[in-house]
């Protein structure tokens, strides 16, 4: 059975061990105006600050938030339950010939004239297709824009221990009003985090922050 981690945990072990990184020729355009730290929201910021890395400076030791347990997952979805919640995050096969491709030099920069995370300066080999939570009687679709320049997800990993864990993380606030959906995707060249924030049964806004690298 998957473990479900305690992200919050997790990101305050490991971050002194992340940094920026890098090929100094590879222009970059990918956006840092949704950055968690740019937040005007700030009760949600607070929320976030427990478990996104990038927040983790802001952490002034509030309690954990509920999260959702893994109910079933393979390499293109993710489900996660309870009662009377169920969230599913979707990857798809990345298809070139369906893009607008623009290159510097040998560098993908751009995907459909923006900038895009995941193996940035490369072409990806899958894409985030879908994020979908069923509350009660409401079902909640998020559009594309919410998650079309996300690429290469995985949902989980193998720990040190050997034990299977989730990179989704889906968390209640305390108010009970928000749901965040977490996905973090790691990567050699620089890792990337976001975080999808549902309020009121509507989809609010993403959070996404980059550039992460364990060494």
Excluded at 41 to 62: R, V
Excluded at 102 to 124: A, S
Excluded at 170 to 185: A, E, Q, T
Aim: proline share 5%.
């Amino acid at each position: 059975m998957i473990r479900f981690s305690l992200l919050a945990a997790a990101c305050l072990a490991i971050s002194p061990f992340f940094s920026k990184a890098q090929d100094p020729d590879m222009p970059d355009f990918r956006s840092k105006r949704e950055s968690v730290l740019k937040m005007t929201e700030k009760d949600i910021q607070s929320d976030l600050s427990t478990f996104t890395m990038a927040g983790i400076d802001l952490f002034a030791g509030q309690p954990k938030l509920k999260s959702i347990p893994v109910a079933s997952h393979d390499n293109s979805q993710i489900t996660l339950e309870e009662e009377d919640l169920k969230v599913q995050v979707t990857a798809a096969r990345f298809d070139p010939s369906k893009h607008k491709l623009n290159y510097v030099e040998k560098y993908l920069i751009k995907i459909d004239g923006r900038g895009y995370y995941g193996g940035y300066g490369t072409v990806p080999k899958t894409s985030v297709s879908g994020v979908t939570l069923i509350t009660g009687n409401d079902t909640i679709v998020l559009p594309p824009a919410a998650y079309a320049d996300l690429h290469n997800p995985e949902f989980t990993y193998t720990d040190n221990k050997g034990q299977l864990s989730s990179y989704v993380s889906v968390y209640r606030s305390g108010d009970k009003r928000k749901l965040y959906i977490y996905l973090l995707k790691r990567e050699p060249s620089g890792s990337y985090e976001v975080t999808w924030v549902i309020q009121d049964k509507k989809y609010l806004r993403r959070v996404v922050d980059f550039g992460f690298l364990k060494q």
